[in-house]
């Protein structure tokens, strides 16, 4: 009788083949956490003063604070394309969904990125202005961070949530990590939506202590799972038994 049991040797090789995955999928998610934070305080000048367009401004900080968030960008794509190859194994349409709403995330992200560089160009170009010149160019200059504002809404205010949903149930069904990380984004995936939703019909702020309180479940988690994978990775026993 001849077994169809994986042996030790074939299942170690299949577990160190979704291991550069689990790496490169938890360091993206740490990326996008050490690049996001600092990005929203080193662009704070632009955001919070109207008439920054006309002023001496503080260009290389918030020039450092887009770069960091283009980075965070990328890395949002990077979370989805590198696990890809092996959720897709549980679900591929939740897999492929996955990867589509981070590509939506990072596009928002950049439309925002883009909108305060013009702002710095504007400033640059069209330094000295007076008069009906200078005023122009200040309402310009709200429009553009308007933009911007409204992107960090559609962006990082309400795809997380979607993220945390889709991911979260392949995690959870596949069991590749312990089940309370998934959970984790289960829990906070409403509290953000419903944070978004009410700052999205202008009942709340997205800086306010609610907001912030809505963020911190599914910043848990993916905080979590990004250091679980780079740290463990996917569960051993999990790939072996899919494999079987």
């Known amino acids: 009788m001849t077994s169809t049991m994986p042996t030790a040797s074939t299942a170690h090789a299949h577990t160190d083949g979704t291991r550069n995955h689990a790496r490169a999928t938890g360091a993206f998610y740490l990326v996008t956490f050490v690049a996001s934070i600092p990005a929203l305080l080193l662009i704070a000048p632009v955001l919070d003063h109207a008439d920054y367009i006309v002023g001496p401004g503080a260009d290389t900080r918030v020039l450092w604070g887009c770069l960091l968030d283009l980075i965070s960008a990328l890395a949002c794509v990077g979370t ?15 897999a492929l969904g996955f990867v589509t709403a981070r590509l939506v995330e990072a596009a928002v ?7 305060l560089l013009s702002v710095i160009t504007l400033r640059q170009d069209l330094a000295g202005a007076t008069g009906a010149d200078a005023a122009t160019l200040v309402t310009t200059g709200k429009a553009l961070v308007a933009v911007r504002d409204w992107t960090f809404l559609l962006g990082p205010g309400f795809m997380p949530a979607i993220n945390a949903l889709l991911f979260g149930t392949l995690l959870y069904r596949s069991r590749l990590v312990p089940r309370l990380i998934p959970v984790t984004g289960f829990v906070g995936a409403p509290l953000l939506l419903a944070a978004g939703v009410a700052t999205f019909f202008g009942h709340n702020d997205q800086l306010s202590a609610w907001s912030f309180l809505a963020t911190l479940p599914i910043a848990a988690w993916e905080l979590a799972v990004g250091t679980y994978l780079l740290v463990k990775g996917f569960r051993p026993a999990t790939l072996i038994a899919g494999r079987a």
């Open 109 to 115: 992200i950049l439309i925002g990125v883009v909108s």
């Open 80 to 94: 989805a394309v590198a696990v890809f190859p092996v959720v897709k194994r549980t679900g591929e349409a939740l």
